[in-house]
């Protein structure tokens, strides 16, 4: 059974620095073809896929969205950590990490974490 | 404003079939890539629907079925049950900016 767990701060401020991990079990990213996406959504809108990190390290980011991401695996803790840079009260959203099963098809999202809440606000 | 279209609604009686539409462009779906369906109950994660047009998970009843043409995809369900009133999402691919895109949602209301 896979499952993913978001964990990190429901407040931060302007300008501050987001740091959100995702503790997963039921797979590894160390497999081929595996990996670990962080998607938001700011409440009422759609999702938005911020970027995602495979088994072998390689990212992809979304473009508008590239400079203020870093995304990171310890693959010996199963953990994958997102931080994104100069938050904004527009970034205020639910954040989920999802899993990426290795398939012969465009990535898409097996599981998902609960999600969580994040509210930028001074 | 997302590159991919969906219907804000669409409503069925009990145990009616219902479709929901999702349109992309020659950059995302029209360019061949495959496309993926969510539900979304409020206030709870997206669950895997459908993956690569036609796919379904494990545990997802037949009911649900997906297929694609050109451009276009749609998510059938049959037998509609109080249970399938949630929120839907396609998602797939786009070329043009360089990123994986989701549908702004149908909401399923089950009359």
Redesign the interface.
Known sequence: QITLRESGPTLVKPTQTLTLTCTFSGFSLDSDGVGVAWIRQPPGEPLEWLVHIYWNSDRRFNPSLRSRLTITKDTSKNQVVLLMSNMDPADTATYYCAHIPRADTIDFFAHWGLGALVTVSS | Q?VLTQPPSVSGAPGQRVTISCTGTRSNVGAG??L?W?RQYPG?????LI??DTHR?SGVPDRFSGSKSGASASLAITGLQAEDEADY?C???DSS?????????TKLVVL
Request: aromatic fraction near 26%; charge should be neutral.
């Open positions: 997302s890539y495959d993926h969510y709870t994660a997206p669950q895997l993956y690569a998970p999402f998602q797939s691919y900016l360089s990123r994986y895109v989701f549908g702004p949602g």
